[in-house]
């Protein structure tokens, strides 16, 4: 990124000196870097786009033309080209440039617009009238703005109206990044040839009067027979040709995570399988069943697509086409996100391994000799009975829930000689008690006496 940053530098440096500028002005800014380029007459500002707003995407670049370089109103290129006469519908966003290559011949081909309409520009900047109030218009359509909401006039004389023109400026700026760069579906479409997809969209949008006088001018075109076959950039400036995007593609993230998917739940899954056919023997357990792991892969199967992403390409993708996804998953993903994803990824590991223990450790086992159970107020303890410290075995056929609510969830309950009740309804089902635990309590003499719910249970120790 750093030396497609450099490269337009340059680039923008070249063009100055071509064109005997005034003065250069270069600022790098969080997201944007703009290198300001002021003429005889006018202003041109390149914009690269470093990183991914509310509507453009990465590594993007454009310009902006101040047809009054005092004044603090800009025009992007599609407000100019929509009032010339003649039409002219080449790019003028380029986006996702992975490549020093990329931004000279996407650079080349944004300033060969600028300069072919060079004298169409000064011309406005001579007389503004017109396009100031369609540009204008613009706004009002975009911000849904009433004449009394702002008074375009008092731009850069009044302070108050200067700055709230200049917020509703950087949001259209954003917007319009989005609107015609790979943002966008029906650009995109139109990028990659699909034009019948680009129409059916651009449409759309017409239908419910979203469209800006560019998009329907545009629109217009590609519905004539020349226009069909029509692309807004060719060769190195289309950075939508042959594009395996990581982050657009529909495929590529459903892959990697099946992938860590079925990893990660055979780890967990045979791990809590393990436990269980260990705690089972010769004995009947109720806990948490294998398949729970799934649920413990969960988190670690999610952020595990995004740590190991590039690794899992490597499974099916051809290496040209891999290493495409992986450059433009560069700009996508600065350093500084891939540790933060691989810090997390080790975080949702852990949590997803002591998620699991904590299900693991919450069982019930009864053996021929003894029982024992997890206590819900402590984790980790247990209490162990033999089946001569049983004093009642009870089936209540209903609950109460904090509401006062009566809930028909039955349940056999176990009561202690020390006063202990140990409730089932936590561990298991009833058919499964009623299966697996009933005969064993039957052949050890036990009785169950049915009530009609827990409320009809005696009193523990901590209730008397």
Known sequence: MKEIENIFIEKCEEFAKQHDALFTNYYNEKKTAVFSVTLSLIKIEFCYQKKATTYAPPSTLYSRIYLNKNSSVYYLLPDILSCLEKKDFRCTY????????????????????????????????????????????????????????????????????????????????????????????????LLSGNVEKAISVYEKWDSKNTLYPYEKQLLDYIKTDEGKSFRPAMGESNTVAGLKHPNHDFIDFPICFLVTAVIFSLIFCSLMGIFQIIFSSNAV???????????????????????????????????????????????????????????????SLVFGVVF?????????????????????????????????????????????????????????VIETSDGRLFDLYGYTSEEKTKKHLVPLLSKKGFTFTTLDSDRDLPKTESER
């Open 94 to 189: 380029f986006s996702l440039l992975d490549s020093i290559s990329g931004i000279e011949a996407c650079f080349n081909s944004l300033v060969t617009v600028i300069e072919d309409h060079f004298e169409d520009i000064h011309g406005f900047a001579m007389d503004d009238g017109a396009i100031s109030n369609a540009l204008f218009d613009s706004y009002r359509k975009l911000f849904k703005l009433k004449d009394k909401d702002i008074d375009f006039s008092l731009i850069d004389a009044d302070p108050f109206t200067t700055r709230y023109f200049n917020s509703l400026q950087k949001i259209r700026n954003d917007f319009f990044a989005g609107r015609f760069s790979t943002s966008s579906p029906p650009y995109t479409a």
């Open 285 to 347: 357990f109720f806990g948490a069943p294998w398949y729970m792991g799934f649920l413990c892969a969960g988190l670690p199967a999610l952020f595990g697509t995004i740590h190991y992403r590039k690794k899992i390409r490597k499974l099916y993708m051809k290496k040209e086409e891999m290493e495409k996804a992986n450059a433009v998953d560069a700009i996508y993903n600065s350093k500084g996100t891939n540790k933060l994803v691989s810090v997390l990824f080790v975080l």
């Open 356 to 412: 699991s223990g904590l299900l693991i450790a919450d069982h019930a086992v009864f053996t021929n000799d003894s029982f024992r159970y997890m206590d819900s107020q402590k984790l980790f303890t247990y209490h162990e009975y033999s089946y001569e410290d049983i004093k009642n075995v009870y089936y209540i056929e209903s609950r109460h829930n904090g509401f006062d609510e009566r809930i028909d969830f039955p349940s056999y």
